[in-house]
């Protein structure tokens, strides 16, 4: 188990260094640098060519590379071209919402799987199940970004009841602390969603099948033969097992809902880790670029890290095999 | 739903997809753009196309013939037309509406969809190719090949590879070929575990002994041997996978990254619907809607060639 966790753990290093060396060589290969993308009248030539200089963009490929490599390596990620301030700052920013929107996806995710799959699995081939089954394979083909168009129609255009875009509305820093949060709710609840019903159709989906096989299997009956009710054995005895390879998925899901959030969050305008990579490539930032790819990769690889621990705990057979 | 019904409804959702696409824009004549009055017609609407002598068409939800002229309104806008000027009348049914330069959405929808299918299956041909060099090489080519390619497939599984999409396509300039490049040469990594998998198990049957021992050289083998018995596991695979890529093409048209504005997909037709949601709904719903049943079809039939060629699960 330990050494699993080593092993990966070794192997995450280089993991890290690929993507952001991949990443460097894609902004540095592309045409335009940010002193291209300033559009001022006054720019000469020559200014353009001391705002170069000045950020080290006139140098050589692989010095500013080992540049970059030496000083992330010791922490130091540089300082954003387009904020003006240092990149861990903008990253501590944009942070919190990807995970607040990741997260509460994800728990959407599970819970709506959940209850969809037990309620299909009740009475197998009944109505419940198979409207579930037409309803997740339907939202199985929607692209997140289609579902979350609908949702700004019907509930914030439509229906008004819900707001279209952003994290706050105009002058919330004005209302007390609750009603900020209730704010900040109301803000989160459509992106969650067009985040999370994806997820939730496939979960519901692969859980159906796993509990339909747990009801099948003689410890079920050997509990109904004990006398348990017909409830504590599905909530308990066969969802406990059926839920094994969910955990499973939901680790690989990971990268998914990650890159996920970027397109949602652009749909939504919400300010999170996608929306300042969209405005850091536009503006070839290459320090932000690059801090906000190193803190992704490292965060999605640590998922599916913590995938695999979590494989290796549920199935003994996968301790043996590494 | 059985294999059988499976394949039938996936496969009859793919084909009329496909045949629409690529037959359609042949088949269907809609009216010229009219970016005035024909602009933002909802689905069903009747217009009556007024071609003019200078050889601008007016497309109007109404023509009234009134003592200043024809008098064409749509749009919320009105226009006055000389009837002397008005070369030929034709009446034209929208089905899907039209756009907010006057195209007619279902042509849009079946031209964007050429494009969609066209990159989505180049991108699978080239995911297929490497997968499948990649996956026979591991298998054949002795333990440290095998080591070493399997090792670097384990590590762009774990990439969050549309982060990176999305990066490479924001820099790079919007190009159909790069997109092609960018989605293929992410999603082989599925192709070469599965044939790795299939040819281990096909390297221990006699049939292969027999060629190895009768001299055929390697690539032989590899062609004529292996390759046939590929196909099967394989297509049951990629059907699935071209899914993947139509949702993964969308979303990057969608963020206005994989092909320059001016040629329609689907996914840039549902971000151009988005930007136009308050005046009409039909924009970003049928593109969408033409997204979702492609998936959904590939998924069925790609589920029911598991189904009916693996009877035991």
């Given at each position: 188990m330990t050494r699993i966790a080593i092993r990966r753990l070794v192997t995450l290093v280089p993991l890290v260094w690929l993507v952001v060396t991949v990443t460097f060589l894609v902004v540095q290969l592309a045409p335009g640098s940010y002193a291209d993308t300033l559009d001022h009248p006054r720019l000469t030539p020559e200014a353009r060519q001391n705002l170069r200089a000045s950020y080290g963009l006139d140098r050589p490929l692989g010095e500013q590379y080992l540049r970059w490599l030496a000083a992330a390596a010791t922490g130091n990620l540089g300082s954003s071209y387009?904020?003006?301030?240092?990149v861990i700052r903008v990253i501590g920013r944009a942070l919190p919402p990807t995970l607040l929107l990741a997260g509460t996806a994800l728990l959407l995710d599970l819970l709506l799987g959940v209850l969809l799959a037990v309620a299909a699995a009740r009475r197998p081939y009944g109505w419940v199940d198979r409207l579930t089954t037409v309803l997740g394979l339907g939202i199985y083909g929607l692209p997140s970004f289609w579902i979350a168009g609908l949702l700004i129609l019907v509930f914030a255009l439509g229906l008004g009841w819900l707001p279209a875009s952003h994290m706050h509305s105009v002058g919330a820093g004005e209302l007390s602390a609750p009603g900020r949060l209730i704010d900040l709710l109301r803000h989160l609840v459509l992106p969650a969603l067009s985040l999370g019903l994806v997820g939730a159709a496939a979960t519901a989906r692969l859980l159906r099948a796993t509990l339909l096989e747990a009801r099948a299997s003689r410890f079920v009956l050997a509990a109904t033969a004990r006398g348990l009710s017909p409830r504590r054995i599905l909530w308990v005895h066969s969802l406990r097992p059926a839920l094994l390879p969910v955990i499973t998925a939901f680790g690989l899901a990971l990268p998914m809902v990650f890159s996920g959030s970027v397109v949602v969050e652009s749909v939504f305008s919400w300010p999170g880790m996608g929306m300042a990579l969209w405005r850091a490539a536009e503006a070839r930032d290459i320090p932000l670029v690059m801090g906000l790819t190193l803190v992704g990769a490292a965060a999605v690889i640590v998922g599916s890290l913590i995938a695999d621990l979590l494989y290796a705990v549920a199935d003994p057979r996968a301790r043996e095999e590494r | 739903m059985t294999g059988v019904s499976r394949l039938r409804i996936g496969g009859a959702a793919v084909a009329a997809l496909v045949a629409g696409c690529v037959l359609g824009p042949l088949v269907i004549h809609p009216p010229p753009a009219d970016p005035?009055?024909?602009?933002l017609q909802p689905p069903l609407a009747t217009v009556t196309a007024l071609e003019l002598d200078d050889g601008t068409t007016v497309v109007a939800r109404r023509v009234e013939a009134t003592s200043d002229g024809l008098i064409a309104t749509g749009a919320g806008r009105r226009r006055v037309v000389d009837p002397a000027r008005v070369t030929a009348t034709t009446r034209h049914r929208l089905l899907l509406g039209s756009d907010r330069f006057g195209r007619d959405v279902l042509y849009q929808l079946l031209v964007g969809g050429r494009i969609s299918l066209a990159i989505a299956a180049l991108s699978l041909v080239l995911a297929v190719a490497i997968g499948g060099t990649v996956g026979v090489a591991a298998a054949t080519g002795g333990r440290l090949v095998d080591a070493v390619l399997m090792r670097c497939v384990d590590a762009c599984l774990a990439f969050p590879l549309l982060f990176l999409m999305i990066l490479a396509a924001a820099v790079l300039r919007p190009d159909p070929l790069l997109l092609v490049l960018l989605l293929g040469g992410t999603s082989w990594m599925g192709v070469a575990r599965l044939v790795r998998g299939q040819v281990l198990s096909l390297r221990t049957r006699p049939f292969v002994a027999a060629a190895r021992v009768s001299g055929s050289p390697w690539h032989r083998i590899a062609l004529w041997h292996y390759g046939p018995n590929l196909v099967g596991p394989v297509s049951q695979d990629t059907a699935l996978r071209m899914g993947d890529l139509v949702l993964a093409e969308a979303t990057l048209s969608y963020l206005g990254l994989g092909v320059p504005p001016s040629v329609p997909t689907w996914g840039s037709m549902v971000a151009q619907g988005h930007r136009a949601l308050p005046e009409g709904w039909w924009l970003a719903v049928f593109p969408g809607l033409a997204i979702a049943l492609l998936v959904i079809g590939l998924a069925l039939l790609g589920d029911a060639l598991q189904r009916l060629t693996e009877p035991g699960t």
């Open positions: 387009l904020f003006k301030e240092p | 005035v009055v024909g602009a």
